[in-house]
Structures are given as structure tokens and as C-alpha cells.
């Protein structure tokens, strides 16, 4: 079994829809992140969070939300999508401490129409 | 202002040959760094890391090297072999207790 999961895998909406991705990991991990990911723009960072009761913004916030539910789930909301939040999504998780390593999910495609 | 630069947007090696891929960041204050490998339809994975007090890791077909100096790190994959085909980031951290930074990616072809 895969130990960073995202749900759903694919997803299409429209704009001025409510979506949630969601992201869980068996790895045992405190550190879980947010990644979206376009074409030429490389991997940039939306949120993070170092502990349940810690998040923080990342590079490009604006029109996202997060919640860490559990140590284990880590979940990211657009309140309302248009259709620049066409992207594929990354969950990543690593370990407490320095010079740790990301571990990312397999993604999430959404499509904003 | 793009604290991690992966200047080459795509690089094609033949089979067997040495693939360079390179990496140049703005921040002095970053002194852990990774690369990972991204096939289509899957996760980045990590490859190889490298931290400020070395300036060479090898593991394998795949060497990091790190010039502080020039602020400039480099992925050499010898021999390249189709399977190596993938996007390449390049990432980093200051004292790995921040979240990664990211480049853009640079798509390798090895070519049989």
C-alpha cells in the first residue's frame, strides 16, 4: 500500500465550486505540505503544516484553505475554483528534523471549468 | 525572484552517455539540497541529496556535486539509461527545517 494517498485522483468542476482534496499518510510523518504543479512552473508551495496545530502559507495561498484534521490527514479546499487552479496537486510529508527528505503522493488532477 | 534556477528546460542524452543536469540557487542561507525524479502520472521521488559541508554524494549511476562558491550544483547520471527518461527537480532548504524549495524541472530523454 501506497503510504502518502490523495483522493480523488482526477477530479473536473466548475467554476465557483467548493472542492476538497484530501491527502493521508501512513508514514508516521509530523510534516505534511501542499504542492501544486504547472506546466514550466515547476513545484510551488501552497501550504504546510509542522504539527496538527501548526500551519502555515505557503508561496501562492491565495484561494486555498487547509485543514489538519489528524496527524495522518492533511486536507486542501479551493472555497470557490476558477479555472487558473487547473493543476496537478501534491501532498508531501516528512519526518521532524533537519535535512529531511519529502515524500509526495501520486497527485491529483483538477480540471476547472 | 526564483530562489532555485534549473536554467534547462529539457536535455536529451544518448544511451549510455553522461547526463549534466544543473541547478543554480540565490539563497547563501540554503545548505541542504535534493534532487528528485518525476515520471508522468506519479509523485516526485526523491533521488539523492547533498548537504553544505560536503560538495560531492554519489549513490550509485548518480553523483551531486556542490559548488558553494558559485552557488551552483550539478545531477550527473553516468551511464544514462532510457529509464532515467523522467522531469528532474532540483530542491532546497535552509537547515532542512524549512519547506523545500523547488526548481522548475528539467525533462531528460536518454535516447537507445
Known sequence: DADVTQTPRNRITKTGKRIMLECSQTKGHDR???YRQDPGLGLRLIYYSFDVKDINK?????????SRQAQAKFSLSLESAIPNQTALYFCATSERGLFREQYFGPGTRLTVT | DQQVKQNSPSLSVQEGRISILN????????????????????????????????????????????NKSAKHLSLHIVPSQPGDSAVYFCAASD?????LVFGKGTRLSVIA
Open chain 1, 32 to 34: 505534511m505540505y501542499w
Open chain 1, 58 to 66: 505557503g508561496e501562492i495561498s491565495d484561494g486555498y484553505s487547509v
Open chain 2, 23 to 66: 541547478c543554480d540557487y540565490t539563497n547563501s542561507m540554503f545548505d541542504y539540497f535534493l534532487w528528485y525524479k518525476k515520471y508522468p502520472a506519479e509523485g516526485p521521488t526523491f533521488l539523492i541529496s547533498i548537504s553544505s559541508i560536503k560538495d560531492k554524494n554519489e549513490d550509485g549511476r548518480f553523483t551531486v556535486f556542490l
Open chain 2, 95 to 99: 537547515s532542512g527545517n524549512t519547506p
